[in-house]
């Protein structure tokens, strides 16, 4: 069973830059397709970006692409979030999620293992 940290979540302002860190333990990194997912106040889990065990075809959220980077490193066990030029609507609890198995998915049901999220906020 693998355990998920998320950090890197701040105040940051519009049009920066922030990169989110999620560490996982536990388990064999490498058989788990990860995914970030977020949810703002009031509103549905949705998702953001996923990278495939390998680490190869990862995919985003229609309107995060070009602004989000998510990769993985094998050595550390550790799956990031690169996001640059922020905007208020970004403003979210971020969460990491892990699946066993080569694909990763949009459904947050597809996801076994979740981080506790970090907060993200972008404002002025």
């Known amino acids: 069973q693998v355990q998920l940290v998320e950090s890197g979540g701040e105040l940051v302002q519009p049009g920066g830059r922030l990169t989110l860190s999620c560490a996982a333990s536990?388990?064999?990194?490498?058989?788990?397709?990860m995914a970030w997912f977020r949810q703002a106040p009031g509103k549905e889990r949705e998702f953001a970006a996923a990278i495939t065990l390998k680490g190869g075809a990862p995919y985003y959220q229609g309107s995060l692409k070009g602004r989000f980077t998510i990769s993985r490193d094998s050595a550390t066990n550790t799956v990031y979030l690169q996001m640059d030029n922020l905007k208020p609507e970004d403003t979210a609890v971020y969460y990491c999620?892990?699946?066993?198995?080569?694909?990763?998915?949009?459904?947050?049901?597809?996801?076994?293992?979740w981080g506790q999220g970090t907060q993200v906020t972008v404002s002025s």
């Open positions: 536990g388990g064999a990194f490498g058989l788990y397709a």
């Open positions: 999620a892990a699946t066993p198995g080569p694909a990763a998915t949009m459904m947050v049901s597809d996801y076994d293992y």
